[in-house]
């Protein structure tokens, strides 16, 4: 019976999952269409607050009914059978607890990801668009932190992408068992992908490519259990999962698409015509919110992307705009990207892993036999060569209309994963099962030790500092701190981005200037308050001119050898600035 | 019902077919341990060579040797 409950078991807690996670995101995208309907500023803490509560209260009767008898969590054993797993799991408790200390991290996290949920605060919705055409995606990754950023708590941002990673984890180990109908297969699967140390990464950050993926794959998981039950609520959770990925970034249509026409495909086949169209209008809805808000303000629902299809032309950016080809993560053309795994090359000098990169060493050890045994099992097996294929096509886009960006091929990731379940279901009617255990213990264990370095050397520099504080563990002086609640500051700083500017409990408003602006601009504003860093001598003799100097040094930093000096300057007119709107 | 005996949807009509192959499999004996062949062999050598490649090559495993204060 072991391998019927797993089944059950995982079924049933991913679909309350992906519910729940539906409810929450559909809770806010309806603040966020109140404002855009009626301009009411529906999404400001309060109503976020209120929300977030009545959800959690949702959650709460939830994990009681689970947790009684008969429920999924019932006689759940929290320690893993696999050796791979405790490593994997040690590791991530270390960056919970860490996380649970520290302040977001991450280059687009925080210049990109909390900068849109906190303009939404502000604004009280999801109008007006940003100007910058890259903070006009579809954001259903970003409407998670509205929650813990409502509250000004940072801790808490990222841990909607740790909902994101527990999802990938049980959607991957319910298709893996279905595909190999071995429990110790489907452990072997999940090890894999939780001992990437992308996934590592972006599983306690604000990045969206985890979420986005995890919710491919848990549409993946709950269409196969709808083909075996046939419960139509399982499709239908299927398809907002599907539609929950296609509104979280651009680089997740083409294989929203591809996923969606493999169950369009069985449905067809199945006549289940009146369900493939309920299908596809849940899929379209959770994305519709952007599609309809980038529409009114562009003319073009798919914004920033541009159309160019025979006549229709709707204008945006090129896709070569949203990728600079020597960016970090971003694998050449050349059959060196095919190697990438094994050497996992720097692109600028910096660490080999994090949110943009790494797969660590038992990505690297399995990879290529477990390629090899889907492509045999896929002659034999008619869902195999399903799966190969899905493979094949994913792998295609990510080569070529994905430019290769590592993080953007995430499913593609994943989906090699799953083949190493295939892989071990062979490997374990032969004594190679011990030896192929212990090779993938020892591989999550390297990668999850590299994965701790890093956070490991900041938690070590923040006790050698005796400091918590926000300023030190961002490197800025302490006086952004204490500046008046909602005081306007201009921000001159090149590295810093204005979430770090924002300030403990996030109360300032960070405001830049255009590229194009000239020094003299830098006096015309209303603000009450200018940051400069390193050397800026042009724009601190214009800054003199208006405003005094209120700090000048090199601010603690658990980073001190890159830590440059910093000015901090209040206008004249500076006495006015907290009256600027806060939240 | 023997142990190894299939189980059919006629016996449990609350469960699926699926469901059916699935318990069957539970109920059955576990299959004798076969010796690996050449192709085991092989997918196993290419597991160790991947991950011999990755430790001689691998950027991380500097990175990480330099972090532990490691020379080479």
């Known amino acids: 019976m072991a391998l019927a409950q797993a089944i059950r078991r995982s079924d049933a807690i991913l679909v309350r999952i992906v519910w729940l996670i539906s409810i929450l995101i559909f809770a806010l995208q309806a603040l966020a269409w109140t404002h855009l309907v009626t301009g009411i500023r529906a999404m400001t803490p309060w109503p976020v607050r209120v929300v977030t509560l009545a959800w959690l209260v949702v959650c709460v009767i939830w994990l009681r009914a689970g947790m009684g008898r008969g429920g999924e ?19 991530y408790l270390f960056l919970l607890l860490n996380t649970l200390i520290s302040f977001p991290s991450g280059f687009d996290a925080i210049h990109y990801h909390l900068l849109l949920p906190l303009e939404w605060l502000r604004n009280g919705g999801v109008w007006p668009m940003d100007p910058d055409p890259l903070m006009a995606q579809p954001a259903n990754a970003e409407l998670l932190s509205l929650p813990a950023l409502s509250i000004h708590n940072e801790a808490l941002v990222g841990l909607g992408n740790a909902l994101g990673a527990l999802i990938l984890a049980i959607s991957v180990y319910s298709i893996a068992l279905r595909f190999t109908e071995l429990i110790e297969a489907a452990e072997f699967s999940v090890a894999l992908v939780v001992g990437l140390p992308i996934i590592l990464y972006q599983t306690f950050s604000s990045y969206t490519d985890l ?53 369009a495909f069985v449905l067809w ?111 034999q097996v008619r869902r195999v060569a399903v799966l190969v294929a899905l493979f094949a096509v994913s792998w295609l886009v990510w080569w070529g209309p994905l430019y290769r960006v590592l993080r953007f091929g995430l499913p593609v990731i994943i989906l090699m994963c ?78 810093a981005s204005n979430f770090i500017l924002e300030g403990r409990n996030l ?66 007119a500076a006495s006015q600035a907290a009256g600027h709107p806060k939240f | 019902m023997t142990p190894s005996a299939p189980i059919s ?60 204060g490691v020379r080479h």
């Not at chain 1, 019932?74 to 059978?81: D, H, V, Y």
């Not at chain 1, 709950?222 to 419960?231: D, H, K, V």
């Not at chain 2, 997918?43 to 991947?50: P, R």
Request: glycine fraction near 8%.
């Open chain 1, 73 to 91: 969590f019932a006689g759940l054993s929290l320690l893993p059978r696999s050796w791979a797993l405790r490593f994997a799991g040690f590791a």
């Open chain 1, 211 to 263: 979420f986005g993926t995890s919710m491919l794959f848990a549409a993946a998981a709950l269409f196969m259990a709808y083909c075996e039950n046939g419960e139509r609520a399982l499709c239908w959770a299927s398809a907002v999962a599907l539609g929950l990925s296609f509104g979280t970034k651009p680089c997740f249509w083409p294989y929203c698409v591809l996923f969606f026409g493999v169950i």
């Open chain 1, 269 to 379: 086949s199945r006549k289940a015509y009146a369900l493939m169209t309920v299908s596809a209008a849940l899929l379209a809805i959770p994305a519709l919110l952007w599609f309809a808000r980038n529409e009114i303000a562009t003319g073009n629902p798919l914004y920033p992307l541009a159309i160019h299809v025979g006549p229709i032309a709707l204008n945006g950016l090129d896709r070569s705009n949203f990728v600079d080809p020597h960016g970090t993560g971003v694998l050449g053309p050349s059959l060196k990207a095919l190697t990438y795994p094994w050497v996992e090359y720097v692109w600028d000098h910096g660490i080999p892993f994090d949110e943009h990169r790494g797969l660590g060493p038992a990505f690297a050890t399995f990879w290529v036999p477990s390629l090899l045994v889907a492509c045999i099992a896929a002659v």
């Open chain 1, 418 to 495: 799953l083949f190493g379940a295939l892989f071990y279901k062979r490997i374990s009617t032969t004594s190679l099962r011990r030896p192929v255990g212990a090779l993938l213990a020892a591989g999550t264990a390297l990668g999850c030790l590299m994965c701790l370095t890093t956070p490991a050397r900041d938690f070590v520099e923040r006790i050698r500092a005796h400091s918590w504080s926000r300023a030190v563990y961002y490197g800025y002086p302490d006086i952004v701190d204490q500046l008046p609640p909602g005081s306007r500051v201009l921000n001159r700083v090149p590295a």
């Open chain 1, 507 to 572: 109360t300032n408003v960070v405001v830049t200037l255009p590229e194009s602006a000239k020094p003299a601009a830098l006096c015309d504003g209303e603000s009450g308050y200018a940051v400069t860093m390193g050397d800026t001598g042009a724009q601190d003799a214009v800054l003199r001119t208006c405003a005094s100097l209120l700090y000048d040094g090199v601010p603690r930093s658990i980073h001190p050898k890159i830590t440059k000096e910093w000015r901090v300057y209040r206008y004249a």
């Open chain 2, 9 to 68: 949807s006629a016996d449990r009509p609350e469960i699926t077919g699926t469901q059916c192959l699935i318990e069957t499999a539970d109920r059955l004996p576990a299959p004798n341990k076969r010796i690996f062949n050449r192709f085991d062999i092989v997918l196993f050598a290419l597991c160790c060579l991947g991950l011999l490649i990755y430790l001689i090559e691998s950027e991380s495993i500097r990175y990480l040797a330099l972090r532990l």
